[in-house]
């Protein structure tokens, strides 16, 4: 984006506002919401969105070649699987011929075949000369070669040392290359009196070939170099990452604990003994002028202008940047792009102020006004202190762009060994002479000779045959690769000289233009077919098997799950322990946005998809006649959190007390965390009862309905409880939306979801998507007390969904890590319907023991339990481990979403990977309750996928690396140490086990319907027409499957026969198995009406 402003102030503004597209979205960490990581790329087709990140970051957007090829080996990935990629992407031609002789059909898919599933890089010459000495290269075939092409090669005779030989032999005849030695003993090792003859000889041809002296060509070569270097200014670097190039100096080092330590204390919620004076009512930028000045610490103190640089800056913080770039001549053109760049070299701290201006709703510890032109202000000042430092003690001059680029046009020589010598290019005999000149002289304003001899024999030696130039041929680039293809494709010698030059050339053409780009894409789509052909071919096998398609026969119970792949294993294993219950999955608010207010809490909660700001608030009340018990709870509550912040935080901050009581304390703390580590399952308990004896339990209930019903409900103005007519229409909607209209149970469960753990800054990660990281248990509790109304089921009933008198709805949230289930509001149950839940309970008991069972086989610590008691209680265990750093996987594994009813993927095992949403297609033959399904649940899936697709790919940079290093950092944000950038994205142990495909979304509907969605919503274009998601249909009356391909539509999923095995039970499925499985059928017992 280029402003079309011509008022400078507009041109800042603007450029800052569209940061929000290229930062990190991530919110403080204890509010955490999946989103996609480029997010602001999203309306980009998905390629094109990696390529633009990747041009922008240097990030790329694949999964590494190495753990593609690994995923080969395991076949993970197929032949069968590449070459179906292969013939789809046309712009490839691989059917294209490239040779063809008598015995001889070579195709650029076999080329592409090789350069997929084989390394084929270009050599060093000391890696060239290693292959051949130590590796044999040119006496054996090499050992990755097939025995199909290894039997071609050896037709005519048995020794691998002629053929190999004479192949290498004819591929650098054919290319006229000639092999000199070049051997790193004698080339890489060159004393400084040996290089000075050996590139004098150069000097001297090149120069009685053309009339142009080799110094002039240098300063040609250095002048050129010296224009790309600084017109990358702005769009690729800043200032810094200038100064960085010729002199080794990263003033980053010295600005970013600084721009931290201030960042840090505006942002704090509740860690910091002492705060920043005032940060409330000034903002960034103004607290930080008003205390800098006073500011004892030495790091500025070391700068001379220090003082007079920050005292002239504006009070204004736009004004403030506008002054900062224009000393620093930065052109106009180039302040957005400058901006952009300043903003990304640190993108946690720049994102999560840039955050915190976007959601000044936002609550927290402080007032704090944060604008991400205050940090840009503070940053451009302190790179203008530094800058300044950098250039006086390197060259003696300001750090001005202007003054920089006459500087280094005087003195090209010093530009030219400066640039190649802090990027690393040089071997060692001309990086010691470029240290020894740049230490005894400094500049080129020393020992001028000097510098231009050094530099000419610099740009002499990038002439040798040791430095790679892709204009050339050499043994070690072209005729390696073209050695290593040659033996996987089985060719001989004979091919070889029956081939042209020209035709060794096109192969390397087609080589050459199969970028890692293109590779990884096809990688990537080649997983994802793999997937896709085992998910499809596993619910086509299953049609008419799975139960629920209607309700016949009334189900024992049913219990509505969140649509969370987490949940997809307890849903199985309850199946499969009670064939009469029914589950579901909804999005796990229920349909019902809320700001939540529990008994304790002191904020409201938003507990809805992150895209929807609720307009009707709940209370958490005590019961009527519980006000004894709830006095009680007060003061035990009150009780514990004093002593806990005691503990935690008031110690470490008396000056006097201190160091006295944690002395005295440190026994006791020191054998309670033995404890912890050693018998953690007693402390466990005694920490539990100690905490239910002081903080007594009080029974509640939710104030829910609308005590001004007249009063309009707002997002702006929030209104306590809803009316009949809105809890009505929610209602209503959620279950024409999960098909749940007919054919109740007699007890039906909201069954939420959220995650407890122990020392896990990431812990909101693992909580409900569709409650903007919160647990779902108050929205399933509110869901059930509405239903569970008189007055709301008449409502009900007269919009066609009769609820039977003797049903009855519960709440209950499941916890994804201990696998603890919590009920809510039991006492309500009526005494006829309590044998009834008892029993459903013990089911649901028995299904979270087997499902506990079925994830400790990817826990390498719960060694593989033999029954489902042992899973439990390791799981348990694991949430209440304060050393854990896997307390559980989370959304690890995901891949596919079901939308539509049970009965199509009732019976296959899906090993916890797949979303399953709950729709009726036969009661919704318009699709408006589709399109409002696709509509809520579609941002969420999509949000949590991607996020695991690049936390997965490449996790230093996209996610936030391992746990172990970090620390909480205020309560938002986890840093590594004490002055890192702000860690976004997923950390390691989150996303080991992960495989990062996109998300594949099947859903129950006539693609007719799918069409007319698709054509309305421009969001779901972005994500389906954009390739963020790939979506599949299957007719709900034939059992038809389609898959949606981008630019074409819907076209009818056509795959081979296949079998899929069937197995007794889950547990006999997976039992000792570590590594994902693909999907089978489970066998189903004889039922009818289901």
């Known amino acids: 984006m280029t402003s079309q402003s011509t008022d400078p102030r507009e041109r800042i503004i603007e450029a800052i506002d569209h940061l929000d597209h290229v930062l990190p979205g991530q919110g403080p960490i204890h509010e955490f919401v999946h989103h996609n990581t480029i997010h602001g790329f999203q309306y980009l087709p998905f390629e094109q969105a990696l390529a633009e990140y990747e041009n922008l970051t240097g990030v790329f957007g694949y999964q590494p070649e190495s753990q593609n090829r690994a995923l080969y080996q395991q076949n993970r990935i197929t032949d069968e699987d590449l070459f179906a990629v292969l013939s789809h992407q046309k712009d490839l031609q691989s059917e294209q011929v490239v040779f063809q002789s008598k015995n001889l059909t070579l195709k650029n898919k076999d080329i592409y075949r090789v350069a997929l599933v084989h390394e084929l890089p270009t050599l ?84 009685s ?99 007079r640089i920050v005292s002239e800056t504006p009070e204004d913080p736009i004004e403030c940047i506008m002054m900062q770039l224009t000393h620093m001549e930065i052109p106009d053109e180039k302040w957005e792009g400058y901006l952009r760049r300043l903003a990304l070299e640190l993108p946690g701290w720049s994102g999560l102020i840039n955050w915190r201006q976007h959601h000044p709703e936002y609550q927290t510890e402080n007032n704090a006004k944060l604008h991400l032109a205050d940090y840009l202000a503070i940053r451009l000042t302190l790179d203008r202190l530094w800058l300044n430092q950098a250039c006086k003690d390197n060259w003696k001059i300001d750090a001005r762009l202007g003054t920089i680029d006459y500087y280094f046009r005087k003195n090209l020589s010093e530009f030219m060994v400066r640039k190649l010598l802090y990027q690393g290019d040089l071997p060692e005999y001309l990086t010691t002479l470029a240290n020894d000149l740049i230490e005894r002289t400094g500049s080129e304003r020393q020992q001028q000779e000097e510098w231009q001899d050094l530099a000419d024999l610099i740009w002499t030696w990038q002439l040798s045959p040791l430095v790679e130039n892709d204009l050339e041929h050499a043994a070690f680039n072209s005729g390696w690769r073209l050695f290593r293809l040659s033996q996987h494709l089985g060719l001989t010698a004979d091919d070889i000289q029956a081939m042209q030059k020209t035709d060794l ?112 608030d709940v209370n958490e009340v005590p019961r009527k006649g519980m006000e004894s018990i709830y006095e009680e709870h007060l003061k035990g509550h009150g009780f514990y959190h004093k002593l806990a912040y005691l503990l935690n935080q008031s110690l470490r901050r008396s000056l006097v007390l201190s160091h006295a009581v944690i002395d005295a304390l440190a026994p006791i703390i020191f054998i309670g965390l033995l404890g912890r580590t050693f018998v953690p399952k007693q402390i466990l ?185 042992g899973g439990i209680d390791h799981v348990h ?18 891949a596919s979403a079901i939308v539509g009813r049970r ?134 009356d034939t059992g038809e499957i389609s898959y949606f391909e981008r630019g074409v539509g819907f076209v009818p999923w056509q795959p081979e026969v296949k079998v899929i095995p069937e197995v007794e039970s889950s547990s006999a499925y997976y039992q000792d198995i570590d590594v994902p499985l693909p999907p089978v059928l489970i066998k189903q017992p004889k039922m009818t009406g289901v």
């Open 124 to 207: 060093s010459i000391s890696q060239l000369n290693w292959q051949i000495e130590e590796n044999g290269a040119l006496e054996l075939v090499q050992e990755d070669v097939t025995e199909q092409s290894r039997a071609r090669m050896l037709a005519t005779t048995n020794d691998q040392g002629i053929v190999v030989r004479q192949l290498w032999e004819s591929i650098l005849k054919k290319l006229d290359i000639e092999l000199v030695d070049l051997h790193p003993e004698n080339m890489l090792d060159l004393s400084e009196e040996e290089a000075k003859l050996w590139l004098e000889k150069i000097n001297n041809s090149l120069a």
């Open 209 to 307: 070939a053309e009339d142009v002296p080799v110094h002039q060509k240098t300063r040609l070569e250095a002048e050129a170099k010296l224009e790309e270097l600084l017109s990358q200014i702005g769009d690729q670097i800043t200032l810094r990452g200038f100064v960085k190039a010729l002199s080794g100096i990263d003033i980053l080092y010295s600005i970013r604990p600084q721009i931290i330590r201030i960042c840090a204390s505006v942002l704090d919620e509740g860690v910091a003994a002492w705060q920043l004076p005032e940060r409330g009512n000034l903002g960034l930028f103004a607290a930080w002028r008003s205390t800098v000045q006073f500011d004892v610490n030495p790091f500025l103190h070391d700068l001379p202008d220090w003082q």
């Open 505 to 616: 050339l096109h192969i390397l053409s087609v080589l050459d233009k199969f970028t890692v780009t293109e590779r990884s894409k096809v990688w990537l789509y080649a997983y994802e077919h793999h997937y896709r052909e085992d998910f499809l071919q596993a619910i086509r096998a299953n049609l008419k098997r799975g139960r629920w398609a209607t309700r016949d026969q009334r189900p024992h119970a049913q219990i509505v799950f969140c649509i969370d792949e987490r949940e997809e294993s307890i849903r199985r294993q309850l199946e499969e322990i009670n064939p009469a219950i029914e589950t579901l999955g909804a999005a796990g608010f229920y349909g019902l946005p809320m700001n939540y207010k529990g008994l304790d809490d002191h904020h409201r909660t938003a507990l809805c998809p992150i895209v929807v700001v609720p307009a009707h």
């Open 685 to 869: 308990a005694f920490n539990s009862g100690l905490r239910e004896r002081i903080d007594k339990k009080v029974p509640t209930e939710l104030l829910f309905n609308a005590l001004e019903p007249d009063k309009p409900a707002t997002p702006e103005t929030p209104r306590l409880g809803f009316t009949d007519q809105e809890q009505v229409d929610r209602l209503t909607a959620f279950m024409k939306g999960t098909g749940l209209t007919y054919g109740f149970a007699k007890i039906v469960s909201l069954m939420a979801h959220g995650s407890t753990s122990q020392n896990n800054p990431h812990e909101a990660a693992h909580d409900c998507g569709a409650c903007s990281g919160k647990r779902g248990g108050p929205n399933a509790r509110l869901f059930a007390a509405m239903a569970n109304r008189p007055k709301i089921r008449k409502l009900l009933a007269e919009r066609g969904i009769n609820i039977p008198d003797d049903t009855w709805f519960l709440g209950a949230e499941h916890d994804t890590c201990s696998d603890v289930i919590t009920w809510y509001d039991v006492e309500d149950i009526p005494e006829s319907l309590q044998p009834h839940f008892e029993s459903v309970k013990a089911n649901l008991i028995s299904a979270r023991n087997a499902s506990a069972h079925e994830r400790c086989r990817r826990f390498y610590s719960a060694k593989n339990p033999k029954t489902p008691s």
């Open 877 to 894: 265990l694991r949430s209440n481990d304060l050393s854990q750093v896997r307390p559980e996987y989370g959304h690890a594994t995901n």
């Open 903 to 1036: 009965s199509i993927s009732q019976g296959v095992f899906l090993d916890r990977r797949a979303f399953l949403i709950s729709y009726d297609p036969t009661q919704d033959p318009e699709g408006k309750a589709l399109e409002n399904i696709l509509l809520a649940v579609g941002p969420v899936g999509a949000g949590i996928n991607l996020e695991y697709y690049f936390s997965t790919i490449d996790n230093e940079r996209f996610g936030c690396s391992t746990k172990i290093p970090h620390n909480i950092t205020g309560l938002f944000g986890v840093m590594e140490g004490t002055s890192s950038d702000i860690r976004t994205g997923l950390p390691k142990q989150m996303v080991e086990i992960h495989e990062a495909v996109r998300l594949q979304i099947l859903v129950e509907a006539k693609t007719e319907i799918l069409g007319e969605i698709y054509g309305r919503q421009p969001s779901i274009q972005e994500l389906v027409g954009g390739g963020w998601v790939l979506l599949s249909a299957i007719d709900p």
